[in-house]
């Protein structure tokens, strides 16, 4: 494997820290908890009521689970199994305050990479909660830091074609326990 070590040092679980949302062009349909309006006039979303955890192996697959934690998003009446009397709308709004996916993942060549930045393939998706996510791969520039306290792993996503709308999503890696 080309970029073993890197996918080395990726390896571990992580815990989503928050999602942050940079909007130039387009409207952003995010549940917020701060919004700057002066961002090189555009707007800053930081989501703050998600959780996650993400999980790279060394072998080249990852896990990742997200869901908000907003209580009107998750109705405490349901339970697993589904019971016949459960609202369908209630199980909606859980299906669409949720996602999780999970397949093979690899370094892209097409972007110079090391162990603090470059360029990840997830996918194709082998198993996700978005049927249409299904055999797809996504593209997620990355930035590893190391830390006293930690290691932080952020992703770098793009809303639309022309970069303007972007995404940075913020991990922080699970500390190795004895």
């Excluded at 909007?23 to 090189?40: A, G, K, Q, Y």
């Excluded at 009521?49 to 405490?76: C, F, H, K, M, Q």
């Excluded at 097409?110 to 162990?115: H, R, Y």
């Amino acid at each position: 494997m080309k970029y073993h070590h890197i996918i080395n040092a990726l390896a571990g679980s992580y815990s989503l820290l928050n999602r942050t949302t940079y909007v130039e062009t387009s409207c952003c349909r995010c549940n917020t908890r701060l919004t700057n309006p002066r961002h090189r006039g555009g707007k800053i979303s930081v989501e703050l009521d998600w959780i996650g955890v993400l999980t790279y192996t060394p072998g080249g697959y990852l896990s990742a689970i997200t869901a908000s934690t907003n209580p009107e998003l998750r109705p405490l009446v349901l339970g697993w199994p589904p019971k016949t009397i459960d609202s369908v709308s209630d199980w909606a709004q859980v299906g669409k305050s949720s996602f999780c996916f999970a397949g093979p993942f690899h370094i892209s060549p097409d972007l110079p990479a090391s162990i603090t930045s470059g360029q990840l393939v997830h996918g194709p998706m082998e198993v996700t909660t978005l049927p249409s996510f299904m055999g797809v791969s996504e593209i997620r520039n990355y930035t590893l830091d190391v830390r006293r306290d930690g290691t932080y792993l952020t992703w770098h996503l793009w809303l639309n074609d022309n970069g303007s709308d972007r995404v940075a999503v913020y991990w922080k890696k699970h500390q190795v326990r004895p």
